[in-house]
């Protein structure tokens, strides 16, 4: 009876060990996997003229679910300089969702949530700005390989708040 209990120990461990080794194997094989669906991108800006200066650095990243929907999270950072009127420091957040209705046309939905920061110079009678500002743009764009140039539009527009002169902006993404 103790050689038969003892052998059941054994095999019940053997198959615990075996499930657990397979387990990990799919994990890994699994791990492994979700990033060769992760696609890097984009967008800088530089803007400069009479006594202006602008930059923006906005990398974001997208997980492909399959060959026509994908989700990302982007960041954003903007620093503009208007010799003695302003200077902002604008940083944010974005959430996006790219989906391709045939492999050339791509339509997208971002929320964006901003964190504008302006100083005016002293000889201006404008107060300060802090404020929070969200965007919801709907859009869409031609797709060639891994860049993908269109329009878009924002929903939740304000015309006294937003960092945007329009409604409408044309944009240009890439991924890799």
Not at 107 to 117: D, K, Q, R, V
């Amino acid at each position: 009876m103790i050689t038969f209990l003892s052998f059941n120990k054994k095999v019940t461990i053997f198959l615990i060990v075996i499930i657990s080794f397979f387990q990990f194997m799919q994990a890994q094989e699994m791990k492994s996997d979700f990033w060769n669906h992760v696609r890097y991108g984009g967008g800088l800006g530089l803007n400069f003229g009479n006594h202006f200066f602008s930059a923006t650095l906005a990398p974001n990243a997208v997980y492909e679910f399959d060959k026509n929907f994908a989700l990302g999270l982007g960041l954003s950072a903007t620093f503009n300089n208007q010799k003695k009127v302003y200077k902002s420091t604008i940083l944010g957040a974005s959430l996006i969702g790219l989906y391709n209705v045939i492999n050339e046309l791509q339509i997208s939905a971002e929320f964006e949530e901003l964190n504008i920061n302006r100083r005016y110079d002293v000889n201006i009678n404008i107060p300060d700005d802090n404020y929070w500002l969200p965007a919801l743009f709907i859009g869409a764009g031609y797709r060639s390989g891994n860049i993908i140039f269109g329009i878009r539009y924002d929903l939740l527009y304000d015309e006294d708040k937003s960092i945007y002169s329009d409604p409408w902006a044309p944009f240009v993404r890439f991924y890799f």
